[in-house]
């Protein structure tokens, strides 16, 4: 499933799409799953949007509750495909992230990267957003900054309910790439159910708000993490 020319644009790029990570079975029947999650939401349930418009809501560690999520985990190609492109010997699961954009979600996701959220270092650590939904630019899709994992700056990270930064003294304040798009190498792709976008943890990313009326954007993302990932303890963050 995974290219030498795949390889090369994951470590150079900072992300990759992977045409049907997943068939449409596991589609089938995680759509199934998400739907049923949401009906009944888990103990992790979060409103990202609680001032804005529409329905922007995220669930988190689903694989220690759901038997449909861990078997994405355990069974599906999506651990292999991470291995590869991290070319890691060993890969660890570091947790599962179900995000859902609804029609007329207005909520924005801020640019940002992944790790400084996150007690953990290292090269090789990524996410995988898998799309259960046509996805585009009008109904909620991902931007990235190409190349931006390779920088030696590591940005603030955002609070994802009121689009702030969280400030600390581990990184610096993100420059205004919206107001200055031109200046950056902005990629997107569009995707089908199954398609895979898997990036590095540092790539710069951020997501449109669901500007449209009918097209849900249901989407899990996998965090995976090499054998050269280590643990460590983060300085406090407060909401600027």
């Given amino acids: 499933m995974i290219s030498a020319t795949d390889i090369n644009n994951y470590t150079s790029d900072g992300v990759v799409c992977i045409r ?24 992790f349930r979060e409103d990202y949007a609680p001032d804005a418009p529409g329905t922007f809501f995220s669930e988190k560690f689903m694989w220690t509750f759901d038997q449909d999520f861990r078997a ?14 991290m070319m890691a010997t060993k890969i ?3 947790y599962d992230h179900l995000m859902v954009k609804e029609p007329g979600a207005q909520s924005v996701t801020p640019w940002h990267q992944d790790l400084n959220y996150w007690p953990a270092e ?11 939904d046509d996805v585009g630019l009008e109904n909620g899709g991902l931007e990235f900054v190409r190349g931006s994992h390779l920088g030696k700056v590591r940005y603030q990270p955002f609070d994802f309910k009121g689009d702030r930064p969280l400030e600390t003294s581990e990184f610096e304040p993100l420059p205004d790439i919206e107001g200055h798009r031109d200046h950056y190498d902005i990629v997107s792709w ?18 449109r708000a669901n500007t449209s009326t009918n097209d849900r954007r249901r989407a899990l993302s996998v965090r995976w993490a090499g054998e050269g990932v280590r643990y460590v303890r983060r300085e406090k963050m407060i909401k600027l």
Avoid: Y
């Fill in 20 to 43: 049907k990570l997943i068939n449409a079975p596991w589609v089938h029947r995680m759509l199934d799953a998400i739907d049923r999650l949401e009906r009944n939401p888990g103990p």
């Fill in 72 to 85: 994405l985990v355990f069974e599906s190609p999506a651990a292999e495909v991470a291995s590869a492109l």
């Fill in 92 to 94: 660890n699961m570091f």
């Fill in 122 to 132: 290292g090269r090789q650590i990524c996410s995988m957003w898998i799309a259960f």
């Fill in 190 to 207: 569009e995707l089908e159910p199954g398609d895979a976008l898997v990036f590095h943890a540092l790539t710069l990313h951020g997501g």
